[in-house]
């Protein structure tokens, strides 16, 4: 069964400080798709990135980067530098060959303080 | 601004009532999933349709259906409502029907009194 662990439940740091959330995914494909979301107290839904399971590249966009191990199968966001304005609820997702719907992680709610 | 648009916003009604939430996808996308978001179950994949056609149904209970038509919008059809359907509706889209990142509306917050 595919399944994504977010064990950090809620993350409060203070600003400039840099966080990592940790992703954690389970499934027995070989070729798989992760994502991270991100939803701001607005409350839409807003796509980050996307990394196939055969590209083990490291990411960085701008204070974002990502870091995706298939040997600890975890694909880890960090934030660089926080701001107030990167508060939000983050989620991890999992999808796969075939299959056409995303598998989330219960999230993890970010606070940045001033 | 994803370029999904979700209506209504909000939406009160009362339990045993049918409520329709309706979706139109990005430009030229042909996928349309839906998603429910509650406080205890999380975000849960509903069902997606790829050009008209249901391709795929998660946890949707039988007494919820959807279509997507023609012209590729999509509705959500909710009926005996239940207190528990409380949750915020989210409709995605994308351009195929594969893993591809999938696009939100703003979603539909329904509450059930």
């Known amino acids: 069964a595919q399944k994504v662990t977010q064990a950090q439940t809620e993350i409060s740091v203070v600003e400039k400080e840099d966080v990592t959330l940790d992703c954690v995914y389970e499934?027995?494909?070989?070729?798989?798709?992760l994502f991270w979301y991100k939803q701001p107290p607005s409350g839409e839904l807003v796509f980050l990135i996307r990394r196939n399971s055969f590209d083990e590249q490291n990411e960085i966009s701008g204070r974002y980067s990502w870091n995706f191990q298939k040997s600890t199968s975890s694909f880890n966001f960090t934030i660089t530098a926080s701001q107030v304005v990167d508060s939000a609820v983050y989620f991890c997702a999992l999808s796969f060959q075939g299959a056409q719907k995303l598998v989330f992680g219960q999230g993890t709610r970010l606070t940045i303080n001033p | 601004d994803s370029g999904v648009t979700q209506t209504p916003k909000h939406l009160i009604t009362a339990t045993g009532q049918r409520v329709t939430l309706r979706c139109s996808p990005r430009s030229g996308d042909l996928s349309v999933y839906w998603y429910q978001q509650s406080l205890d179950q999380g975000l849960q994949f509903l069902i997606h349709y790829y050009n008209g056609e249901e391709r795929a149904k998660g946890n949707i209970l039988e007494r919820f259906s959807a279509q997507q038509f023609p012209d590729l919008h999509s509705e959500l059809n909710l009926s005996s409502l239940e207190l528990g359907d409380s949750a915020l509706y989210f409709c995605a889209s994308s351009f195929t029907g594969g893993p591809n990142e999938q696009f939100f509306g703003p979603g539909t917050r329904l509450t059930v009194l």
């Open positions: 499934t027995r494909d070989t070729t798989y798709y």
